[in-house]
């Protein structure tokens, strides 16, 4: 995880003065009879762990002051709430910043409200998939960023039967791996499949790290020209024209992979697998 604000002993003494808590008049805080409500609170929280210490509504001890110490911004009306993880950004440096880089990336994330970015091992180039191509992704990102990110992984043929070159791209900080199931288009990042994802669980395994899947199995054959003919009869840049040359079929042949990965690795030897862009209800089911 690379953080967007370097830690107190990095910064000159005269900016060490931290905020330990937050008020506002719109706090996202869990409603009593479900759901999100907003109120007026201060949310405290300890400087050296960051962990939330405590919560205090309108009315209650400490929202006035009492019962901490330290210093508390007045957000005002601003909404205080918390941060939104995003597990799958493309921000793409090196090599492809003018598509979208670490800088305006993460400046849009943060006006956004998410606070961190988990970043794809594509559409960078070269694509992240050793240990240092990772370093150097992380290198590229210093200086840069308005929110904290962390690194997916690559899983591609070329490293998947390499558990050595696996297990130092997991241990140099990637969060684990990410793999396409289908053309990812981009051509230094080829898809995998059940024998590579096979071969990749004992790195991922023994460090508790999870697969991510794009989800999706080219089509062939009659499929395939059956959904060339549908998508024909539509503008070839609207939007029925790609998904008909997308269809459930896609994703549930390549889910049905993937739940054959898992058995016939087993829950002690098969990593935790996630998979990307769900869009089909019967694919939800059988996951």
């Known amino acids: ?14 900016r060490r003065q931290q905020l330990s808590g937050a008020r506002s008049r719109r706090v996202a805080l869990p409603s009593p009879s479900g759901g999100v409500e907003l109120v007026a609170a201060v949310v405290r929280w300890d400087v ?18 009492v019962g901490g110490s330290g210093v508390v911004a007045d957000f ?8 939104v993880v995003d597990v799958h950004a493309h921000l793409n440096e090196p ?10 990336g993460t400046a849009a994330a943060a006006a956004g409200g998410i606070t961190t970015l988990v970043d794809m091992p594509l559409n960078s180039d070269p694509v992240t998939t050793t240990a240092a191509l990772l ?3 992380v290198a590229a990102a210093r200086g840069k960023l308005a929110v904290d990110v962390a690194f997916w992984g690559g899983l591609v043929p070329e490293n ?13 900080g990637a ?11 981009i051509d230094d990042f080829p898809h995998t499949g059940a024998e590579h994802f096979r071969q990749a669980a004992a790195a991922l395994k023994a460090r508790g790290k999870p697969l991510m899947a794009h989800a999706e199995k080219a089509l062939e054959g009659a499929v395939a020209d059956e959904a060339a003919a549908a998508a024909a009869r539509h503008a070839p840049t609207s939007h029925a024209a790609w998904a008909l040359t997308r269809p459930p079929a896609m994703e549930r042949s390549a889910v049905d992979e993937l739940v054959g990965v898992f058995t016939a690795l087993g829950a002690e030897a098969c990593p935790r697998i996630h998979v990307a862009h769900v869009a089909d209800p019967q694919t939800a089911s059988a996951i």
């Open 48 to 65: 050296g762990t960051g962990r939330v210490t405590s919560v205090a509504r309108e009315g209650e001890p400490g929202f006035e002051g």
């Open 95 to 104: 090599g492809r910043e003018h598509w979208e880089g670490f800088a305006t």
């Open 175 to 185: 969060v684990g791996l990410k793999a396409f199931m289908c053309p990812s288009g």
């Open 76 to 83: 005002g009306e601003l909404v205080l709430a918390p941060g």
């Open 135 to 137: 370093r150097s992704k």
């Open 160 to 172: 998947a039967n390499d558990e050595r070159a696996l297990g130092e791209l997991l241990d140099a």
């Open 1 to 14: 995880l690379v953080l967007a604000t370097p830690p107190p002993e990095a910064r000159p003494a005269e």
